[in-house]
């Protein structure tokens, strides 16, 4: 125990010393766990780096068996070329309008359906869920493609948005039992005040528990950029007799077949191909906090 310090007229006891921090041990266990973390990573990352030089190298060196993976002579033009000649400024537009009216539509559709599955009582609702959670299982996408296609000309919707609504109606129903499961989570005692000062069902949906959603938010907007962005065959079926309807996904896959010599331009497509990546890596670094908490807060009921 130390001994007490004179200070003045008043005796204060000296502070205990601390013992010595020591290091910290390192377990093999953890040492191991990263090291598997860490190769998995990089062999995960191999293709997209292996994508990034390719895309600016000469295309002789690609079809080369022993051409390298750093180029020889870096084209930055393969980049310029892609959005000029391959009208891939055309498509990154209609990539965009598609996609916007996706996250728009899924956003408020699914929130306001989830919300009234948590928070009401409907008559059937058992097997209304239950025949959204059969079509989960079973694969009709492809299946209905054509029907649906059919169907949106038929309504003069063979356009942008009736690619948008085709392929809303393929991952609506996911965002629906996350954002559902999410607002169960959530205590009532804010809608109930609101209730009580006159706030009608919408009104308490769109002020008081909307703002409370925006981490679930945040998790169904970066699966649906996701999905609608990378969506391949709703985008090919509405384009296949109006190629100015094409995506920047059909766009680079269409790439490799309109070559005029008859050879395909590898180069030229994977500078489209990492075109296409960058707004989905953007969006998911500005949201990936919101992300990661919308799972989380949504995989358990509070």
């Known amino acids: ?29 953890t040492v191991l766990l990263h090291t598997i973390l860490v190769t998995a990573a990089l062999i995960m990352l191999s293709p ?10 000469p295309l002789d060196q690609i079809l080369s068996r ?27 537009v209609n990539s965009v309008v598609v996609t916007a009216l996706v996250v728009i539509l899924d956003t408020l559709a ?23 959670v059969g079509t989960l299982f079973v694969g009709l996408t492809t299946a209905t493609l054509y029907p649906q296609y059919v169907i949106a000309q038929a309504l003069g919707l063979d356009n942008l948005l009736g690619i948008a609504l085709v392929q809303l109606a393929g991952i609506m129903l996911v965002h629906v039992f996350l954002i559902k499961a999410f607002v169960l989570g959530l205590g009532t005692e804010m809608e109930d005040a609101a209730r009580v000062d006159g706030c009608g ?3 308490t949906y769109w002020r008081i528990a909307f703002p409370l959603m925006r981490p679930i938010l945040a998790t169904t907007v970066i699966l649906g950029f996701q999905a609608s962005w990378n969506n391949y065959q709703v985008p090919l ?13 059909v766009g680079v896959s269409a790439l490799q077949y309109d070559a005029a010599d008859g050879m395909t331009p590898y180069n030229t497509v994977l500078a489209g191909a990492n075109m296409a990546l960058v707004p989905i ?22």
């Open 201 to 203: 069902r919408f009104g």
């Open 1 to 29: 125990m130390s001994a007490p310090v004179i200070t003045g007229t008043r005796a204060v006891a000296a502070a205990p010393e601390r013992p010595a921090r020591r290091g910290r041990r390192i377990r093999p266990a």
């Open 237 to 249: 079926v509405f384009s296949l007799a109006a190629p100015d309807l094409r995506t920047l996904v």
């Open 48 to 57: 997209l780096v292996f994508g990034l030089f390719a895309a600016v190298s």
């Open 281 to 302: 890596v953007v969006i998911f670094i500005v949201l990936q906090r919101h992300f990661v908490r919308g799972w989380t807060d949504g995989s358990v009921k509070g």
């Open 110 to 132: 699914s929130s306001m359906t989830g919300y009234v599955l948590a928070r009401r009582r409907l008559r059937g609702q058992r097997l209304l869920e239950g025949l959204y």
């Open 66 to 92: 022993n051409g390298g993976i750093l180029p020889r002579v870096w084209e930055w033009g393969n980049y310029v070329r892609a959005w000029t000649t391959a009208s891939f400024s055309r498509y990154f």
